[in-house]
Nanobody, 112 residues
């Protein structure tokens, strides 16, 4: 399992970012995928998931602001983040469900 996240950066509160995750090493199109995040000094937490059939579920902390999508042909999953808040600052990771090896993640910093 290989996962490579990208698209993070510094954004002002209220701004948007789109994260991407490229996956390989497993049957992507038939695998549920998840996004997770880990803030400095805290445990990694669940953000949301997308099923193989593109059904989505989100943690209450991001519901209505974040959207997960996938492109099976490109073996990629995306996290569109809108109305970002300082508390969204974290390293963001994608993974298959059940989780396998973790990638390096991508840093998202929300600050003015």
């Amino acid at each position: 399992v290989q996962l490579m996240e990208s698209g993070g950066g510094l954004v002002q509160p209220g701004g948007s970012l789109r994260l991407s995750c490229a996956a390989s090493g497993f049957p992507f199109s038939s695998t549920d995928m998840g996004w997770y995040r880990q803030a400095l000094g805290k445990q990694r937490e669940f953000v949301g998931r997308i099923s193989a059939s593109s059904w989505t579920y989100y943690d209450n902390s991001v519901k209505g602001r974040f959207t997960i999508s996938r492109d099976n042909a490109k073996r990629m999953v995306f996290l569109q983040m809108n109305s970002l808040k300082p508390e969204d600052t974290a390293v963001y990771y994608c993974n298959k469900i059940p989780t396998g090896n973790w990638g390096q993640g991508t840093q998202v910093t929300v600050s003015s």
